[in-house]
Structures are given as C-alpha cells and as structure tokens.
C-alpha cells in the first residue's frame, strides 16, 4: 500500500516561512514607513537585490540617502527560502543573450558570475556574516541514459560559454562516488564555481550591515505602485531619484506588472539529523551541492548540523499569479520530494522529514534574468533569476550601482543589461500552459527511466513552448 503522509519528526514543520529560520527564529520586526519620505534611492524588496544594491551604493557614495521598503522583513521571499547554492549557473538561456549581444558579451556575463560567487565569500568574511559558506562546488548528476546524454551534449555550449577545462570536470560513475554515492549514477560534471550556504544567515547578515552603513529599512511596509519619481504605500509615498523594483517572484502582485515575471514555485524538505552510519553509506563527507539531470530537476544540500535539505518543482503554478506567503508544502508534494531522496540517498529510507516549506521565484517570458535602469524616468528593476538569484542578486546590484552613479564600466555593458521581453500569456492560457508543462516533464523522467538513450520527445517538444 503506498503511503499517504510523509514519514515526518516528532518536531516536524510545515511552512512558517522555512526552516533556514529555526536557527533563531523569525527576525523581530523593524519599524514600518513613519510616512511621506524623500530619498535619493528607493528599493522595492527587502531580499538580496535590494540589499546588494544598497550595500554597493553606500560604499560607493556614502551621503546617499537609500530607503529599503519591504512587505514582511527583510529575506522574507526567496532570499530566505532558497536551497542555498552560491553558484555560477547562469541567469538564463546564455545563447538567447549571445544572439543579441555576440558570443563575447555572453562570455564576459558568465566570468562576471564566476567571480561574483568569491565576491559573495569576500564580503561575508569582511563584515563578519557568519552563513556557513563552504566552497567544494557543484555536482551535476545523470542517473539514466538520457539524463548522462544530456551531460555529454550540454558540454560543447558550456565551452562555448567560458566554462573552461578547471571550471567544468566531467566524472565516470567511480570518480563520483569517490565524493558522494547517488543511487544509479552514470556519470556527473563538478564545477568549482559554488558554495553552500545558510540562506536565512547571509540575507540577514547583510541586512544588518546595510542598516549599519545607515540604509533605512522599512519593514511591515507594502508598496502598490511603482511611478516616476514615486514609490507609493499605504503609510505614504516615498519619493526618490530613482526608484528600484526588486520583487523578484512577488513582482506579479505590483500594479501594472502582473505578468511581467511568472512567480513560479519550488517547494523543499529538509531531513533530521542522519545518523552517521547512514552518511558513511552514502560517502559525502564535503558539501558539494547535487543537481540531478531530471527535466523536473531536483536541488540538494548536505547542511551545517548533518541534514540533507532538497528541493524541487510540486505545484509549480498558481492561479491568477497567486504566492502562498506562509511557505506551506501539500502533502503531495512532500511525498514526491521524500521520493527522489530516497531514489538518491537509499540509506535515507528510515530518515523522516523535519521541515517542509515553499517559496517562489521570478521567471520572465525567455527565461533570462535582466538588469534595467530607465535614465530618464530613474526607475529601474533587477531580476527574474530562474532560480539561479543567490549568487546573481550580487552581480545585479553592483550593475545597478554603476547605472545608477551613471558609471561607464564593464558591467553596465553586459548583455543582461536593458533586455526586454514580451510579458507572460492572460490566465487561464498562463496556469494550463504551465501546469500542463510540468505534467510534461514529470511524463518525460518516466520515459527515461525505463530505458530512453536520449531526451524523451515529450520533453523537448515542452521546451520549445516553455521559452526554456
């Protein structure tokens, strides 16, 4: 008989917000918006991008006026949710951003990420944030035929892209056992370029620096609309130079916006403690961070206290661009996570779930993250990371900091940079579309699993309608 709960703790959480916030709990709240305000700078979002952006443009000009305006707290959205890979995967589709700008502009995009996931490192040791980074890289894991082909294909395009011999190492089975053991597995690429992290740790370190370099950050504080000039709440209107949108999944509840970015969920679990038995039957000693091949890709983090937390698509869509703010997870797919674990990690066959939670992420039209700033207007905006923000929110602030300071660098001329896209099809087009794309690609793992060599049919036609 197949079960109908997941096997969960005797502390087991569902939701409140994740559980990267049970280490010290959910943060006190700051002060709301007092009422009108006038700044130089105002950013929309209290996540990472808002406060890479203001932590780069106190330290470039420190007479800056920057207010952070937030709904909940500050890493309350996908800064706080996320499984917590600090890596150099790109924003988007790297050919789409090579059509219109050449190969080299895609190259130079992709070493800027390369560098800005030391970056991230560098300012943590600097001001003393204490995340739990570790940097021993990234593996990509082919568990089928498919799955190793895709591998094998993806290699040439990566090259192409600047991924060169030391930053992308192809293993046989062997070789990738030697770091973890994952059921089945054909082969696997490990890339250096990435970091595990405590996610609630880093956003709200650096919230805590911003607000000593003397950013505001109003919390408890909804903005509904975005105007030249004028960011406007309910408490009242800030007015600013410029005025920065930085919602990222939350973007579609923004007047005016609804369907510029798709919020598009993933949902996590994380285990309880294991047993060290069970992780000298699985071999990962270091904290490389694990992604499977799968269309309906999974992401794996092995924690700071001996847990593995991994994440991947449930209800990937909700009617209407509807967000669940708590972070509750259907049993469903709690059940579908605690499957792929135990399809991975086997000895995990007794270990219940500790943590379930959800959150969102932004994804444009073409699947590709943009970084925009409007001169003339001062507004601007930065994001639609296809869930690849932690490490990119770092390269778009600091982008944002030179647009803003109307600075001529390298930076600003990254093909990221002004891109536009064509907005997101009316409901109910949006929810069958997606909905009926992930049934694809689920459709799509089962013909691979029994034996496909390539990429199921099924999967490349939802790629072509996907934009992905």
């Known amino acids: 008989m197949t079960s109908t709960a997941p096997a969960t703790s005797p502390t087991f959480v569902n939701g409140d917000v994740s559980f990267w916030y049970r280490e010290g709990g959910l943060p006190a709240r700051r002060p709301a918006l007092p009422g009108d305000l006038d700044v130089d700078v105002a950013l ?53 951003y090579a ?41 990509h894991v082919a568990t089928n035929a498919a799955q190793q082909q895709r591998l094998r294909d993806r290699l040439p395009s990566l090259r192409a892209e600047g991924w060169g011999e030391d930053d992308l190492v192809e293993l046989d089975a062997d070789q990738l056992a030697e770091r973890v053991r994952v059921a ?27 607000e000593r370099m003397g950013v505001a950050i109003y919390e408890g504080t909804e903005v509904t609309e975005i105007r030249p000039g004028e960011a406007v709440t309910r408490l009242g209107t800030v007015r600013a130079t410029n005025v920065i949108r930085a919602l990222e999944g939350f973007t579609a509840g923004l007047r005016g916006s609804h369907r ?16 060290q038995s069970v992780w000298d039957e699985i071999g990962w000693r270091g904290a490389e961070l694990i992604g499977d091949e799968a269309n309906s890709y999974c992401y794996i983090q092995r924690t700071t206290d001996g847990r593995i937390a991994i994440g991947g698509r449930g209800i990937p ?43 969102v992420l932004g994804v444009p039209r073409d699947w590709c993250a943009t970084v925009h700033l409007d ?18 929110t770092n390269l778009a602030g600091r982008t944002l900091r030179d647009l803003i300071l109307r600075q001529d660098t390298d930076l600003v001329r990254l093909p990221w940079v ?21 049934v694809a690609y689920r459709a799509a793992d089962r013909h691979e699993n029994s034996g496909l060599a390539r990429t199921s049919a099924i999967a490349r036609l939802a790629n072509v309608i996907s934009g992905r």
Request: hydrophobic letters at 40%.
């Open 99 to 139: 059509k219109a700008h050449g190969w080299p502009a895609a190259v130079a995009m992709q070493r800027e990420m390369f560098s800005s996931v030391d970056e991230v490192i560098r300012v943590a040791a600097a001001e003393g944030i204490e995340a739990d980074i570790r940097k021993d890289g990234l593996l």
């Open 260 to 275: 510029d970015w798709l919020p598009m969920n993933s949902s996590m679990i994380v285990t309880e403690p294991l047993e």
């Open 317 to 359: 869509y909700m009617y209407g661009s509807h967000v669940d703010q708590r972070g509750e997870t259907r049993t469903a797919t709690q059940l579908q996570l605690q499957a792929i674990l135990r399809q991975h990690f086997p000895a995990t066959r007794n270990t219940a779930i500790d943590h379930t939670w959800s959150g």
């Open 375 to 392: 001169q003339r207007t001062g507004l601007g905006w930065a994001g639609g990371y296809v869930g690849h923000g932690v490490t990119t």
């Open 184 to 210: 089945g597995a054909r082969s696997a690429q490990w890339s250096p370029h990435c970091a595990r992290i405590q996610p609630a740790k880093l956003v709200r370190g650096l919230a805590d620096v911003v």
């Open 44 to 96: 929309v979002g209290g996540g990472l991008t808002g406060l890479w952006t203001a932590y780069y443009l106190k330290q470039a000009q420190p007479d800056l006026r920057i207010a952070v305006l937030e709904k909940e707290f500050a890493g309350f959205g996908a800064s706080g949710r996320n499984g917590g890979w600090l890596s150099a995967e790109p924003p988007g589709q790297m050919h789409r």
């Open 418 to 438: 002004g891109r536009r896209v064509r907005g997101w099809e009316p409901e109910p087009l949006r929810w069958l579309g997606v909905r009926s794309l992930y």
